[in-house]
């Protein structure tokens, strides 16, 4: 120091410059100790220097796709996107992305059913002459109305809207309310009781649509939305997996009948009353199913939904935009699933297959015609394996009325063949 104050150096100094400015003092003990330390010190900025040329020389190769991995691609959080993303996902998507996108193509459907006047009870043990009396003044129950919740999607931008059969049926009045707040009246177009499909129209123009998937494209574990208004929550969404497909007579489904399609996807998305006629949609946001129903000892949310193939839906919807009804292909047959000693007895190495129960009608029909018997196991369709009657569903009504299909049976363990035309 220089008059008590320190002296003020052009850049801030090294230790080996310091040491080299004080040579007669190296032999000192202290000198020589800060020495090596600064002789360790250079060599160690030399390394680093070195290591950050080579991490900067990896991460402009990797981004020229000079090299197969980088460091983001093997990072923690890198992972975590791509499996939120999902395969097949666009760049960058997530939940937030496609409920933004999806929410305004989805509708709320409420329902008026008026519930017609029971007769009179006491008519009946009236006093002679006291009957007129009785039916003005003896408390007849006046009409109530029944109101109904449910969901829907936006098919076509002039006002074609899918719901479920079941939300629909019977409605005396049908009001459509979208997502912007908008609402309008709407017809019922069509019914299909068999599919649980509806379609119905409100009077607008420009509206934006849902993009239709490809459901038979999607596996087990992907990631799902389901997109709807349950409970009167008005356009909640709710994200799961797809836990089984062609799920069919697991499933015990009121009103069912022997015409029933029975091939449901299977969801953990949360789904409760009023999600009924919802998108259910992958992370393209598309559409691959039409929300149904649930597994539900309460009648609420318990783990599980199913929805219905949107391949399916849109040939149903399509059917009764244009015709207003759909014809259903049939083979005649009413079949269950195949047991393991149905199996073992037509030597299959595993239980895949559908048994043919009875004909229907029971005196003719075109399997019976041509030749199918009772206890014969269907195992292809036109080439296509039949592995239960969910997949037989599937092929059959991917025909036309009038189509003549090859099915494929063992008989005892006998592969034959016969020509069915369905009606």
Same mark, same amino acid.
Request: a positive charge; glycine letters at 12%.
């Given at each position: 120091?220089?008059?008590?104050?320190?002296?003020?150096?052009?850049?801030?100094?090294?230790?080996?410059?310091?040491?080299?400015?004080?040579?007669? +003092?190296?032999?000192?003990?202290?000198?020589?100790?800060?020495?090596?330390?600064? !002789?360790?010190?250079?060599?160690?900025?030399?390394?680093?220097?070195?290591?950050?040329?080579?991490?900067?020389?990896?991460?402009?190769?990797?981004?020229?796709?000079?090299?197969?991995?980088?460091?983001?691609?093997?990072?923690?959080?890198?992972?975590?996107?791509?499996?939120?993303?999902?395969?097949?996902?666009?760049?960058?998507?997530?939940?937030?992305?496609?409920?933004?996108?999806?929410?305004?193509?989805?509708?709320?459907?409420?329902?008026?059913?008026?519930?017609?006047?029971?007769?009179?009870?006491?008519?009946?043990?009236?006093?002679?002459?006291?009957?007129?009396?009785?039916?003005? =003044?003896?408390?007849?129950?006046?009409?109530?109305?029944?109101?109904?919740?449910?969901?829907?999607?936006?098919?076509?931008?002039?006002?074609?809207?899918?719901?479920?059969?079941?939300?629909?049926?019977?409605?005396? %009045?049908? %009001?459509?309310?979208?997502?912007?707040?908008?609402?309008?009246? *709407?017809? !019922?177009?069509?019914?299909? #009781?068999?599919?649980?499909?509806? $379609?119905?129209?409100?009077?607008?123009? &420009?509206?934006?649509?849902?993009? @239709?998937?490809?459901?038979?494209?999607?596996?087990?574990?992907?990631?799902?939305?389901? /997109?709807?208004?349950?409970?009167?929550?008005?356009?909640?969404?709710? *994200?799961? @997996?797809?836990?089984?497909?062609?799920?069919?007579?697991?499933?015990?489904?009121?009103? #069912? #009948? &022997? =015409?029933?399609?029975?091939? =449901? /996807?299977?969801?953990?998305?949360?789904?409760?009353?009023?999600?009924?006629?919802?998108?259910?949609?992958?992370?393209?946001?598309?559409?691959?199913?039409?929300? +149904? *129903?649930?597994?539900?000892?309460?009648?609420?949310?318990?783990?599980?939904?199913?929805?219905?193939? @949107?391949?399916?839906?849109?040939?149903?919807?399509?059917?009764? /935009?244009?015709?207003?009804?759909?014809?259903?292909? !049939?083979?005649?047959?009413?079949?269950?699933?195949?047991?393991?000693?149905?199996?073992? /007895?037509?030597?299959?190495?595993?239980?895949?297959?559908?048994?043919?129960?009875?004909?229907?009608?029971?005196?003719?029909?075109?399997?019976?015609?041509?030749?199918?018997?009772?206890?014969?196991?269907?195992?292809?369709?036109?080439?296509?394996? $039949?592995?239960?009657?969910?997949?037989?569903?599937? @092929?059959?009504?991917?025909?036309?009325?009038?189509?003549?299909?090859?099915?494929?049976?063992?008989?005892?363990?006998?592969?034959?063949?016969?020509?069915?035309?369905? !009606?």
């Amino acid at each position: 120091p220089k008059g008590g104050r320190p002296t003020k150096l052009a850049r801030p100094p090294s230790f080996t410059r310091i040491a080299a400015r004080y040579p007669k +003092s190296l032999n000192d003990p202290l000198v020589e100790r800060f020495t090596h330390m600064a !002789v360790r010190l250079s060599r160690f900025r030399f390394v680093a220097a070195g290591a950050l040329c080579f991490v900067m020389g990896v991460y402009f190769a990797s981004a020229m796709d000079w090299t197969r991995f980088s460091w983001a691609q093997n990072s923690p959080a890198t992972r975590q996107v791509a499996a939120v993303r999902g395969p097949g996902a666009p760049e960058g998507a997530s939940f937030a992305d496609i409920a933004e996108r999806v929410t305004p193509t989805v509708v709320a459907v409420n329902t008026t059913r008026n519930a017609r006047p029971q007769p009179n009870r006491m008519r009946g043990r009236a006093p002679q002459g006291m009957e007129d009396f009785l039916e003005q =003044f003896g408390g007849q129950p006046q009409p109530r109305q029944q109101r109904g919740e449910g969901s829907g999607f936006i098919l076509s931008s002039d006002g074609y809207i899918i719901t479920n059969n079941h939300v629909v049926a019977d409605a005396d %009045q049908v %009001q459509i309310v979208l997502s912007d707040g908008r609402s309008f009246k *709407a017809r !019922v177009v069509g019914l299909d #009781s068999t599919t649980d499909v509806a $379609v119905v129209k409100i009077d607008a123009k &420009g509206l934006p649509t849902l993009p @239709i998937g490809n459901d038979e494209g999607t596996r087990i574990g992907d990631w799902v939305l389901a /997109i709807g208004n349950p409970l009167g929550l008005d356009f909640t969404v709710t *994200a799961g @997996i797809i836990s089984a497909k062609g799920r069919g007579q697991e499933i015990d489904l009121p009103r #069912s #009948s &022997g =015409f029933t399609i029975s091939d =449901f /996807i299977q969801t953990d998305a949360a789904i409760n009353p009023g999600n009924s006629g919802g998108p259910l949609v992958n992370l393209r946001g598309e559409v691959i199913g039409l929300n +149904s *129903a649930i597994a539900s000892q309460t009648g609420y949310y318990s783990g599980y939904g199913f929805a219905i193939p @949107i391949s399916l839906v849109k040939s149903v919807a399509d059917a009764l /935009i244009k015709d207003g009804r759909v014809r259903l292909p !049939v083979m005649g047959v009413s079949v269950t699933r195949l047991e393991p000693e149905d199996a073992g /007895i037509n030597g299959l190495s595993r239980v895949a297959g559908v048994k043919v129960g009875a004909f229907n009608p029971a005196d003719g029909g075109p399997a019976k015609t041509a030749g199918i018997e009772v206890g014969d196991v269907i195992i292809a369709i036109d080439g296509k394996p $039949v592995e239960r009657v969910s997949s037989l569903q599937r @092929i059959v009504r991917s025909r036309a009325v009038g189509d003549v299909v090859s099915v494929d049976v063992l008989r005892y363990g006998s592969k034959k063949s016969f020509k069915v035309k369905l !009606v």
